[in-house]
């Protein structure tokens, strides 16, 4: 090989083989340079091996499923029609009936 070309894929013995920079911006549809900003902010997961940058197909997998944002439809019915998707109580009632409560027992001026 010679010292101008760089492989696309390296494979170790019974391994997923791992990929570089170029196949991964390609793969996500982005740049060299988006994907190389990804690795120095260690947002993706990434092998370092001497000098070279190389990715586990399997592990980009993994980190795009935990990454994967679900659609709205995919939250409930009551989303699509507009309702609230939150489903904690509200804090609001609770921190005036607490306050009513402390009012209640503070002494009063003159007493």
């Not at 196949?23 to 982005?30: I, K, P, S, Y």
């Not at 994907?35 to 993994?62: A, M, N, Q, T």
């Given at each position: 090989?010679?010292?101008?070309?760089?492989?696309?894929?390296?494979?170790?013995?019974?391994?997923?083989?791992?990929?570089?920079?170029?196949?991964?911006?390609?793969?996500?549809?982005?740049?060299?340079?988006?994907?190389?900003?990804l690795v120095?902010?260690?947002?993706?997961?990434?092998?370092?091996?001497?000098?070279?940058?190389?990715?586990?197909?399997?592990?980009?997998?993994?980190?795009?499923?935990t990454?994967?944002?679900?659609?709205?439809?995919?939250?409930?019915?009551?989303?699509?029609?507009?309702?609230?998707?939150?489903?904690?109580?509200?804090?609001?009632?609770?921190?005036?009936?607490?306050?009513?409560?402390?009012?209640?027992?503070?002494?009063?001026?003159?007493?």
């Amino acid at each position: 090989m010679r010292s101008s070309e760089t492989p696309k894929r390296t494979k170790a013995a019974g391994a997923r083989p791992l990929i570089d920079i170029a196949t991964v911006a390609e793969w996500l549809g982005v740049g060299e340079r988006h994907v190389r900003r990804l690795v120095s902010e260690r947002r993706i997961p990434y092998v370092k091996w001497g000098h070279y940058v190389r990715f586990d197909s399997g592990k980009i997998d993994e980190w795009l499923r935990t990454n994967e944002i679900p659609p709205k439809r995919a939250l409930g019915r009551e989303f699509a029609r507009g309702e609230s998707h939150d489903r904690r109580p509200s804090l609001a009632p609770t921190l005036e009936t607490a306050m009513d409560d402390e009012f209640e027992h503070a002494p009063k001026v003159g007493e």
